[in-house]
């Protein structure tokens, strides 16, 4: 197992909700990237943050939003929850931003939008 | 951006048979790629990466083969075994995209005793 927890381990929304999930990296890695798992699909890049800073953004809307804390602990932020956010989301931190380093992936959230 | 696309999307051997998955890429600066294994309500793992500076890499019964002409990859596992049965996934990985991974589908293996 890796040392990337996420918390809580399953959240249950209604439409038009906010919610904020959390995750702490492994000790040592400065970079969290967040996923969103729909069933029976491949993770789906959301944001990356580095150092506290956004490194880098896939193609969700302004609605997701992020933190990272200068223990590099992050936070991923949805409001206006929709149906289709009906999703697991994964974190996943890594020792710096080079392509070539290892993701290593937290147990994930279960969320669910009635 | 990048687009990954893996087939098959399931695959059903038998134990001790080989399997292979194929993925393919778009982007011609994807230089690192990984193949996670997500076993049912688990978080994905990394089984094998490889660089796009290498043809070919093995780790005892898996390999993954990469042809950067043709923009595809492969993974192979040999001599399969019934706790082989999970789902696969391919990434692609960009330089100036930091190490933002780009997931194929998916497929689904079933190995049968």
């Known amino acids: 197992e890796t040392g990337v927890t996420q918390s809580p381990t399953h959240l249950i929304k209604t439409r038009g909700q906010q919610v904020t999930l959390r995750c702490s990296s492994q000790?040592?890695?400065?970079?969290v990237s967040w996923y969103q798992q729909a069933l029976g699909q491949g993770p789906q890049f959301i944001f990356q943050?580095?150092?506290?800073?956004?490194?880098g953004r896939g193609n969700f809307p302004p609605r997701f939003s992020g933190l990272q804390f200068p223990n590099y602990s992050s936070e991923l932020n949805v409001n206006a929850l929709e149906l289709d956010d009906s999703a697991l989301y994964l974190c996943?931190?890594?020792?710096?931003?080079?392509?070539?380093?290892?993701?290593?992936f937290g147990p994930g959230t279960r969320l669910t939008v009635l | 951006g990048e687009n990954v696309e893996q087939h098959p999307s399931t695959l059903s051997v038998q134990e001790g048979d080989s399997a292979v998955i194929k993925c393919t890429y778009s982007?011609?600066?994807?230089?690192?790629f990984p193949w996670y294994k997500q076993e049912l309500g688990k978080r994905p793992q990394l089984i094998i990466d490889?660089?796009?500076?290498?043809g070919e890499k093995k780790d005892q019964r898996i390999a993954v083969t990469l042809n950067k002409t043709a923009k595809h990859f492969s993974l192979h596992i040999t001599e399969t075994q019934p706790e082989d049965s999970a789902v696969y996934f391919c990434?692609?990985?960009?330089?100036?995209?930091?190490?933002?991974?780009?997931f194929g589908g998916g497929t689904r293996l079933m190995v049968k005793p």
């Open positions: 990434a692609a990985s960009i330089p100036r995209a930091g190490n933002m991974l780009t």
């Open positions: 996943a931190s890594t020792a710096g931003r080079s392509s070539y380093n290892e993701q290593f």
């Open positions: 000790s040592g890695h400065n970079t």
């Open positions: 943050y580095y150092r506290e800073e956004e490194n």
């Open positions: 490889i660089r796009s500076n290498v």
């Open positions: 982007d011609s600066a994807s230089n690192y």
